[in-house]
Every structure is written in C-alpha cells, then in structure tokens.
C-alpha cells in the first residue's frame, strides 16, 4: 500500500494550496492531500471533514484523532516512504500539519500558501515530528 500511496502523492506535486481543498490540479491543504489520496487507495471518504480552521486558535486535536481512527500509528523512526507524517509547530500546540514520507530524507506536502511540493526532511521537520502512520492493507 506505500508505494500506491507514494505513488498518487508525487502526481498532487504542483497542485495549488487551497485552504480545505482536496482536488489534484485545482487545490488542496496538507489534510486535502491525504484525503485525495485515500480516495485514490479506497474510494471514497470514510467521514465527512468538518470545516477547520487554517491556524489552531484553541486546543484542536480533530486532525490527530481522525488520523488516529483511520490509519495505523506506527513509531516515527519506523516511517517509511508511503507513510503519513504528522507535525506540530512547537510542543505547546496540538499537530496540525501532514505529509507523506517520499524518501528517508524527504516528504511530500501542501506548502501553506504555495503547492503540493517535495521538501527536505531537515532536522528542523523531524523534531516537530509528532507522529506517522501507515495506510491500512485494502481487502
């Protein structure tokens, strides 16, 4: 399942950044590129995305409980290519941004306010690393 996973991320590469989009070519945010790929992996949806905020104001962990319901947390050193990652800004917020991992130095992301694109696994991203998950094994 990564690879397929891999695979659909690298063809949102270049998409435009629209805040809680999720369509390749037109627009979507770090959740749209995650959910556009899960409907490339399984069809559609399993819940619908309630409108969210494009900056936490409060406390808001509906981004990590949604992935916690429908993907499988593994530990972040075990995160391979194809793999969800989940970032937070600093540890006082709750984990607001995702990716997918494309290499072990690099992932694929909506860039706020740019594209789909591929950037460096750089010290910097990996100590915001909150969490990574796998995409669960079709039937």
Do not use: K
């Amino acid at each position: 399942m990564r690879m397929e996973a891999l695979a659909e991320a690298r063809r949102w590469i270049g998409t435009p950044y629209r805040h809680q989009a999720s369509r390749i070519g037109a627009g979507c945010d770090c959740l749209g590129l995650v959910r556009g790929i899960w409907r490339a992996l399984y069809g559609a949806e399993p819940q619908v995305t309630p409108p969210y905020e494009a900056v936490a104001r409060d406390a808001d962990h509906r981004l990590r409980a949604a992935l916690d319901r429908w993907l499988i947390e593994i530990p972040c050193g075990e995160a391979q290519p194809g793999d969800v990652l989940l970032f937070r800004w600093n540890v006082a917020e709750p984990a607001r941004h995702c990716g997918l991992m494309s290499t072990d130095s690099r992932f694929i992301h909506a860039y706020w306010r740019r594209a789909v694109c591929e950037t460096a696994l750089t010290a910097w991203w990996r100590c915001r690393l909150a969490a990574a998950y796998s995409f669960p094994e079709s039937d």
